[in-house]
């Protein structure tokens, strides 16, 4: 397997544009999650979704942000309008969730580094 | 509300000698643990996890973290450390299922540096 797929690798946009991050998860995954990634307020989780269901949505920071997960092998995060403050690394990671245990480990993409100017 | 914390910013050590990195946490229930370390411009990589059983769990490159219930701690260790371990570690929890539908916690993350 691939491993989670996460694209652009790194985006530049303007105040104000709409950016949209991709997430393709491990096959077979059911769990996935968004964290966003700065210096001063390190790993936080934004959103996470299970069998494709958000679960908690408590860590998008304003109604600016909203994610989605139309199927099983593709989630959206989308922030608009951007705003410099908005500039990080976004990760998103998958993980399986097996007879209701939640005690397996979750895979990282490599992360989308977002510079909003 | 429930919390990871790793009390160090950065831990320094020379190589060869035994490292520790602490983690702390305050979650409702019997979460599971894990370590993560993540290399520049690079993902965040498991490198292991407590679910139930022996306290002292092994994990990759030589780690090993150590469950203590009483303290709420999960502390990595590792007997020898070696250069090529510097990197960035987080703890993590997840809590259980009938908890919070398995969320997934981070720690701050610790820079460890490991000087020759």
């Known amino acids: 397997d691939a491993g989670v797929i996460q694209s652009p690798r790194h985006e530049v946009t303007e105040m104000g544009q709409e950016v949209t991050l991709r997430c393709k998860p491990i096959s077979g995954h059911n769990s996935l999650f968004w964290y966003r990634q700065t210096m001063m307020r390190g790993l936080e989780l934004l959103i996470y979704?299970?069998?494709?269901?958000?679960?908690?949505d408590s860590g998008m920071p304003e109604d600016r942000f909203s994610a989605k997960m139309p199927n099983a092998s593709f989630s959206t995060l989308k922030i608009q309008p951007s705003e410099p403050r908005d500039s990080a690394v976004y990760f998103c990671?998958?993980?399986?969730?097996?007879?209701?245990?939640?005690?397996?480990?979750?895979?990282f993409g490599q992360g989308t580094r977002l510079t909003v100017v | 509300a429930q919390s990871v914390a790793q009390p160090e910013d950065q831990v320094n050590v020379a190589e060869g000698n035994p490292l520790t990195v602490k983690c702390t946490y305050s979650v409702s229930g019997n979460p599971y643990l894990f370590w993560y370390v993540q290399y520049p411009n690079r993902g965040l990589q498991f490198l292991l996890k407590?679910?139930?059983?022996?306290?002292l769990v092994k994990g990759s490159y030589g780690f090993e973290a150590e469950f203590n219930k009483s303290q709420t701690s999960f502390h990595l260790k590792k007997p020898s450390a070696l250069v090529s371990d510097s990197a960035l570690y987080f703890c993590a929890v997840r809590l259980r299922i009938y908890n919070q539908g398995g969320k997934l916690i981070f720690g701050q993350g610790t820079e460890l540096s490991v000087k020759p």
């Open positions: 979704f299970n069998n494709n269901v958000p679960i908690d």
């Open positions: 407590y679910i139930t059983g022996d306290n």
């Open positions: 990671a998958s993980s399986r969730i097996f007879r209701g245990s939640t005690n397996t480990e979750a895979f």
